[in-house]
Nanobody, 118 residues
Framework: QVQLAETGGGAVQAGGSLRHSCAVS????????MAWYRQAPGKQREYVAE???????NGLDSVKGRFTISRDNAKNMVYLQMNSLKPEDTAVYYC????????????WGQGTQVTVSS
């Protein structure tokens, strides 16, 4: 079974930082593109960032310069470092995996809540 287990959510004041972690099992991580998505209350799920098998990074314009996606294939871990958090970042955050970038991703984590207070 493929599992993406997420940790690192929580509540933080505006301007603070959190690091999300996604522990991946059941697949060879180096063969997969990884992504982070988020879903705010009353809104559709949106793309946040992705990292390719070769380590190239893309991200949502509103989080560039604040969020950093990274991966450690040896540890089967993917991270989202979130700095300078804003109330607008409040959402449930999900990690996702597939062998290539998609609008629809094959595997998803359970989601973790991030709440940013003003």
């Amino acid at each position: 079974q493929v599992q993406l287990a997420e940790t690192g959510g929580g509540a933080v004041q505006a301007g603070g930082s959190l690091r999300h972690s996604c522990a991946v099992s059941g697949l060879t991580l180096r063969n997969y593109v990884m992504a982070w998505y988020r879903q705010a209350p009353g809104k559709q799920r949106e793309y946040v960032a992705e990292i390719t098998r070769g380590g190239s990074v893309n991200g949502l314009d509103s989080v560039k310069g604040r969020f950093t996606i990274s991966r450690d294939n040896a540890k089967n871990m993917v991270y989202l470092q979130m700095n300078s958090l804003k109330p607008e970042d409040t959402a449930v955050y999900y990690c996702a995996a597939d062998k290539q970038s998609h609008a629809q991703w094959r595997y998803w984590g359970q989601g973790t809540q991030v709440t940013v207070s003003s």
